[in-house]
T-cell receptor, first 112, second 114 residues
Framework: QKEVEQNSGPLSVPEGAIASLNCTYS??????FFWYRQYSGKSPELIMS????GDKEDGRFTAQLNKASQYVSLLIRDSQPSDSATYLC????????????FGRGTSLIVHP | DTEVTQTPKHLVMGMTNKKSLKCEQH?????MYWYKQKAKKPPELMFV???????INESVPSRFSPECPNSSLLNLHLHALQPEDSALYLCASSQDSRGVETQYFGPGTRLLVL
């Protein structure tokens, strides 16, 4: 089992819809969870970080964390074509130096 | 200001060349990272510097040599690279390399080895 798993997609949604991106992780002791957005040929850009169970909202983005089920998700409301990108889930493992482990990323396409 | 800068943006080098990539941050972060990213793959950790000391080397070939001259600067010296080393090289920094700190990425250097 990979440490951080994401469906590679592509996930295709119409403009204005809710895009739901999911990520599961294997280390039950993980404490920090991050979503990055990466446009083609560009570097990752932090979208959200979440550390506690529940929801965290920031504008059109909502991160959801469920440590018991070991998953973290990102919801994008009112999706726009400019949201089309690869979304990387990163998880800081417990112990050691807490270097984040990245999932392979989910490609999101928002079509007009 | 959450900016990490990297130079150059693009680099083309032959297999016998020596070149260096540079990274700079002025956020007072004490951890800095080098990642390598191939197309359609996640970033792959290469090195971690914590308080200007190399703390992690992910079994990277010796043709890549990192250097941290001070707390704001991070270099990656390249020598005798192979075509398969062509990739996007990303620098990142965080407050520390422990706990919940967020990493901030630079724009990357696109490297092509001929």
């Amino acid at each position: 089992q990979k440490e951080v798993e994401q469906n590679s997609g592509p996930l295709s949604v119409p403009e204005g819809a809710i895009a739901s991106l999911n990520c599961t992780y294997s280390d039950r002791g993980s404490q920090s969870f991050f979503w990055y957005r990466q446009y083609s040929g560009k570097s990752p850009e932090l979208i959200m970080s979440i550390y506690s169970n529940g929801d965290k909202e920031d504008g059109r983005f909502t991160a959801q964390l469920n440590k018991a089920s070991q998953y973290v998700s990102l919801l994008i409301r009112d999706s726009q074509p400019s949201d089309s990108a690869t979304y990387l889930c990163a998880v800081n493992k417990s112990g050691g130096s807490y270097i984040p482990t990245f999932g392979r990323g989910t490609s999101l396409i928002v079509h007009p | 200001d959450t900016e990490v800068t990297q130079t150059p943006k693009h680099l083309v080098m032959g297999m016998t060349n020596k070149k260096s990539l540079k990274c700079e941050q002025h956020m007072g972060h004490r951890a800095m990272y080098w990642y390598k990213q191939k197309a359609k793959k996640p970033p792959e950790l290469m090195f971690v510097y914590s308080y200007e000391k190399l703390s992690i080397n992910e079994s990277v070939p010796s043709r890549f040599s990192p250097e941290c001259p001070n707390s704001s600067l991070l270099n990656l010296h390249l020598h005798a690279l192979q075509p398969e080393d062509s990739a996007l090289y990303l620098c990142a920094s965080s407050q520390d390399s422990r706990g919940v700190e967020t990493q901030y990425f630079g724009p990357g250097t696109r490297l092509l080895v001929l």
